[in-house]
Protein backbone atom coordinates (compact mmCIF):
# COMPACT_ATOMS: atom_id res chain seq x y z
CA UNK A 1 0.00 0.00 0.00
CA UNK A 2 1.22 3.33 -1.10
CA UNK A 3 2.53 5.13 2.19
CA UNK A 4 0.36 8.36 1.67
CA UNK A 5 -2.56 6.28 1.39
CA UNK A 6 -1.70 4.34 4.57
CA UNK A 7 -0.92 7.56 6.33
CA UNK A 8 -4.10 8.76 5.70
CA UNK A 9 -5.83 5.70 7.44
CA UNK A 10 -3.47 6.28 10.27
CA UNK A 11 -4.88 10.10 10.66
CA UNK A 12 -8.37 9.24 9.90
CA UNK A 13 -8.14 6.74 12.92
CA UNK A 14 -6.38 8.76 14.75
CA UNK A 15 -8.80 11.62 14.47
CA UNK A 16 -11.95 9.01 15.76
CA UNK A 17 -10.01 8.34 18.35
CA UNK A 18 -8.71 11.56 19.62
CA UNK A 19 -12.45 12.90 19.37
CA UNK A 20 -13.71 10.36 21.49
CA UNK A 21 -11.37 9.66 24.36
CA UNK A 22 -9.08 13.00 24.37
CA UNK A 23 -5.51 13.83 23.91
CA UNK A 24 -4.65 12.35 27.02
CA UNK A 25 -6.47 9.06 26.89
CA UNK A 26 -5.80 8.16 23.33
CA UNK A 27 -3.82 4.99 22.94
CA UNK A 28 -1.84 4.35 20.40
CA UNK A 29 -2.57 0.79 20.45
CA UNK A 30 -6.13 1.62 19.81
CA UNK A 31 -4.86 4.08 16.50
CA UNK A 32 -2.85 1.17 15.37
CA UNK A 33 -5.68 -1.22 15.75
CA UNK A 34 -8.83 0.64 13.96
CA UNK A 35 -6.12 2.07 11.35
CA UNK A 36 -5.05 -1.78 10.70
CA UNK A 37 -1.52 -1.26 11.18
CA UNK A 38 0.79 -2.03 14.28
CA UNK A 39 2.11 0.05 16.41
CA UNK A 40 5.23 0.29 15.30
CA UNK A 41 4.16 1.23 12.32
CA UNK A 42 2.59 4.51 13.22
CA UNK A 43 5.31 5.45 15.36
CA UNK A 44 7.67 4.84 12.23
CA UNK A 45 5.65 7.08 10.24
CA UNK A 46 4.27 9.57 12.18
CA UNK A 47 7.28 9.26 15.11
CA UNK A 48 4.96 10.05 18.32
CA UNK A 49 1.64 10.35 19.84
CA UNK A 50 2.36 14.57 20.11
CA UNK A 51 3.42 14.43 16.45
CA UNK A 52 0.24 12.42 15.21
CA UNK A 53 -2.03 14.28 17.51
CA UNK A 54 -0.47 17.64 15.44
CA UNK A 55 -0.62 16.07 12.56
CA UNK A 56 -4.13 15.94 12.96
CA UNK A 57 -5.42 19.16 13.91
CA UNK A 58 -3.32 20.50 10.77
CA UNK A 59 -4.94 18.77 8.51
CA UNK A 60 -8.14 19.00 9.80
CA UNK A 61 -8.16 23.16 9.77
CA UNK A 62 -6.74 22.68 6.41
CA UNK A 63 -9.74 20.44 4.89
CA UNK A 64 -12.13 23.31 7.28
CA UNK A 65 -10.31 26.34 5.72
CA UNK A 66 -10.13 24.17 1.98
CA UNK A 67 -14.40 23.55 2.18
CA UNK A 68 -15.05 27.13 3.12
CA UNK A 69 -12.42 28.79 0.76
CA UNK A 70 -13.87 26.99 -2.13
CA UNK A 71 -17.46 27.73 -1.43
CA UNK A 72 -16.57 31.67 -1.69
CA UNK A 73 -17.94 33.72 -4.33
CA UNK A 74 -16.14 37.15 -4.98
CA UNK A 75 -18.51 38.14 -6.83
CA UNK A 76 -21.90 37.62 -5.46
CA UNK A 77 -23.75 40.53 -3.10
CA UNK A 78 -22.22 40.41 0.12
CA UNK A 79 -25.14 38.67 1.94
CA UNK A 80 -24.53 35.88 -0.90
CA UNK A 81 -20.90 35.60 0.26
CA UNK A 82 -21.73 35.17 3.47
CA UNK A 83 -24.57 32.45 3.16
CA UNK A 84 -22.27 30.59 1.16
CA UNK A 85 -19.65 30.69 3.81
CA UNK A 86 -21.75 29.59 6.44
CA UNK A 87 -23.29 27.04 5.02
CA UNK A 88 -20.27 25.47 3.82
CA UNK A 89 -18.91 25.68 7.24
CA UNK A 90 -21.72 23.88 8.79
CA UNK A 91 -21.82 21.96 6.32
CA UNK A 92 -18.21 20.57 6.82
CA UNK A 93 -18.18 19.97 10.83
CA UNK A 94 -21.46 18.06 10.30
CA UNK A 95 -19.77 16.19 7.85
CA UNK A 96 -16.67 15.59 9.63
CA UNK A 97 -17.96 15.35 13.71
CA UNK A 98 -14.85 14.16 14.92
CA UNK A 99 -12.26 16.50 13.06
CA UNK A 100 -14.54 19.24 14.44
CA UNK A 101 -14.51 17.81 17.77
CA UNK A 102 -10.80 17.59 17.93
CA UNK A 103 -10.31 21.25 16.77
CA UNK A 104 -13.08 22.65 18.66
CA UNK A 105 -12.40 21.05 22.06
CA UNK A 106 -9.75 18.72 22.09
CA UNK A 107 -6.79 20.82 20.71
CA UNK A 108 -7.88 24.09 22.75
CA UNK A 109 -8.05 22.49 26.05
CA UNK A 110 -4.66 20.61 25.23
CA UNK A 111 -3.20 23.88 25.00
CA UNK A 112 0.61 24.28 24.12
CA UNK A 113 1.22 24.42 20.43
CA UNK A 114 -1.76 22.72 19.46
CA UNK A 115 -4.08 25.05 20.35
CA UNK A 116 -1.69 27.82 18.36
CA UNK A 117 -2.87 25.70 15.30
CA UNK A 118 -6.54 26.49 16.27
CA UNK A 119 -5.89 29.91 16.94
CA UNK A 120 -4.49 30.18 13.05
CA UNK A 121 -7.48 28.31 11.80
CA UNK A 122 -9.47 31.04 13.78
CA UNK A 123 -7.58 34.21 13.07
CA UNK A 124 -7.89 33.34 8.75
CA UNK A 125 -11.70 32.75 9.06
CA UNK A 126 -11.99 36.17 11.03
CA UNK A 127 -9.87 37.56 8.39
CA UNK A 128 -12.31 36.34 6.27
CA UNK A 129 -15.56 37.98 7.77
CA UNK A 130 -13.72 41.12 8.52
CA UNK A 131 -12.86 41.77 4.83
CA UNK A 132 -16.23 41.28 3.94
CA UNK A 133 -18.59 42.91 6.78
CA UNK A 134 -15.57 45.68 6.11
CA UNK A 135 -16.54 45.22 2.05
CA UNK A 136 -20.41 45.66 3.13
CA UNK A 137 -19.76 48.99 5.26
CA UNK A 138 -17.51 50.35 2.03
CA UNK A 139 -20.54 49.81 -0.11
CA UNK A 140 -23.13 51.12 2.45
CA UNK A 141 -25.14 54.94 1.15
CA UNK A 142 -22.92 57.59 2.23
CA UNK A 143 -26.25 59.45 3.58
CA UNK A 144 -27.63 56.41 6.20
CA UNK A 145 -25.50 57.20 8.88
CA UNK A 146 -22.20 56.69 10.40
CA UNK A 147 -20.87 53.31 9.25
CA UNK A 148 -18.88 50.71 11.71
CA UNK A 149 -15.37 51.83 12.24
CA UNK A 150 -12.65 49.22 11.86
CA UNK A 151 -12.61 48.36 15.51
CA UNK A 152 -16.33 47.59 15.36
CA UNK A 153 -16.22 45.79 12.24
CA UNK A 154 -12.99 43.43 13.91
CA UNK A 155 -15.51 42.88 16.72
CA UNK A 156 -18.65 41.72 14.39
CA UNK A 157 -16.61 39.57 12.70
CA UNK A 158 -15.16 37.66 15.90
CA UNK A 159 -18.97 37.51 17.22
CA UNK A 160 -20.12 36.22 14.23
CA UNK A 161 -17.18 33.78 14.20
CA UNK A 162 -17.92 32.93 17.96
CA UNK A 163 -21.61 32.80 17.68
CA UNK A 164 -20.43 29.89 14.03
CA UNK A 165 -18.34 27.98 16.60
CA UNK A 166 -20.58 27.76 19.54
CA UNK A 167 -23.43 27.07 16.88
CA UNK A 168 -21.72 24.34 15.26
CA UNK A 169 -20.69 22.30 18.53
CA UNK A 170 -24.54 22.24 19.20
CA UNK A 171 -25.76 20.96 16.09
CA UNK A 172 -23.23 18.12 16.44
CA UNK A 173 -23.75 17.11 19.75
CA UNK A 174 -25.39 13.52 18.12
CA UNK A 175 -28.67 14.02 19.03
CA UNK A 176 -31.91 13.73 16.39
CA UNK A 177 -33.14 17.06 16.63
CA UNK A 178 -30.34 19.12 15.80
CA UNK A 179 -31.02 21.30 12.58
CA UNK A 180 -29.18 20.36 9.28
CA UNK A 181 -25.99 22.38 8.16
CA UNK A 182 -28.20 24.97 5.76
CA UNK A 183 -31.07 25.60 8.80
CA UNK A 184 -27.71 25.87 11.09
CA UNK A 185 -26.62 28.67 8.81
CA UNK A 186 -29.60 30.56 8.47
CA UNK A 187 -30.37 30.90 12.31
CA UNK A 188 -27.17 32.60 12.32
CA UNK A 189 -28.11 34.42 8.86
CA UNK A 190 -31.26 35.83 10.42
CA UNK A 191 -29.46 37.21 13.18
CA UNK A 192 -26.16 38.73 11.75
CA UNK A 193 -27.18 39.71 8.30
CA UNK A 194 -30.62 41.68 9.58
CA UNK A 195 -28.64 43.29 12.38
CA UNK A 196 -25.99 43.77 9.65
CA UNK A 197 -28.61 45.75 7.53
CA UNK A 198 -29.93 47.36 10.47
CA UNK A 199 -26.14 48.51 11.49
CA UNK A 200 -25.17 49.70 7.60
CA UNK A 201 -28.18 51.55 7.33
CA UNK A 202 -27.74 53.66 10.12
CA UNK A 203 -30.34 52.02 12.64
CA UNK A 204 -28.30 51.36 15.88
CA UNK A 205 -29.57 50.39 18.92
CA UNK A 206 -28.53 52.66 22.21
CA UNK A 207 -28.56 52.04 26.03
CA UNK A 208 -30.90 55.21 26.09
CA UNK A 209 -33.25 54.00 23.77
CA UNK A 210 -32.43 56.56 21.18
CA UNK A 211 -31.12 55.25 17.50
Request: hydrophobic content about 45%.
Amino acid sequence: MPREVRERQMLDAAVEVFARRGYNAASMDEIAELAGASKPLVYLYLNSKEELFSACIRREAEALMAAVGAASEPDAPADARLWSGLRAFFAYTAEHPSGWAVLSCQARTHGGPFALVVAELRQQIVALVTRLIAATAATASAGCGAPPDGHEVSGLAHALVGAAESLACWANTGTDDVPSAQETAATLMNVAWVGLENLMNGRRWSPDGRS
